[in-house]
């Protein structure tokens, strides 16, 4: 798949909202918050300039005319051109279509969970789980506010995508932080044993690992199949 000129998600925006109608930069963020696109696609007024410029360099957009209202500075409207159209309908395409692999915050703490004490992960992430749902309980309430008013779901699609985002996050993490807490999670055992080690003894795990049959026995023989360059 070839590299697109302008990559920013934001410049997706920007076609988008000209697929519409002729706009300045201004009218477009002012649109894009009022439907509330700001929550699917990180809007920065600050770069928004930059990004309409690097479109009308690559030929997506042009501008079509200088307007000034009362004491306003002057705006530039833009439109998009042929070649933005096309532009935006691939773009679409490949983000409908195309799944792509997206590296999450979350995930990357997850790949290190041993490096904190088990009660100090639950901690944290009991610390996330209520910020999701609460996050949840505000998107439940907007849909049901939008539902009522009979707003097409069609326009506010990608609202319920985030919700069900955020609803299977909270599942996974309320599991995960039973089964540490519990110490159900395969290898709980070894966590906890060896951060006991390092509180009592000041033991490190990384030098723990190094002779795990002196400090946790046989019953960790699986320890043996940890790479020595991984301490």
Known sequence: MAKRKVANPLAFAVLGSLSERPMHPYEISTMLRARGKDQSIKLNYGSLYSVVA????????????????????????????????????????????????????????????PGLPPDRVVELLEQRVKGIDAEIQQFTAMHDQMTSTEFPRL??????????????????????VEEIRTDALDGSAFWRKAWQIFEEEGISPAEQLKDPVKYFGTDFAWLRAIPPEAT
């Open 54 to 113: 690097a479109l009308e360099k690559n030929g997506f957009v042009e501008a079509r005319e200088t307007i000034r209202e009362g004491n306003r500075p002057e705006r530039t409207v833009y439109e998009i051109t042929e070649a933005g159209r096309e532009e935006f309908r691939g773009w679409l395409t490949e983000l409908i279509g195309t799944p792509t692999r997206e590296f999450h915050p979350l995930e990357a703490g997850l790949a290190y969970l």
């Open 155 to 176: 326009f506010w699609v990608e609202s319920e995508f985030r919700l069900a985002l955020l609803e299977a996050e909270s599942a996974y993490l309320h599991r995960l």
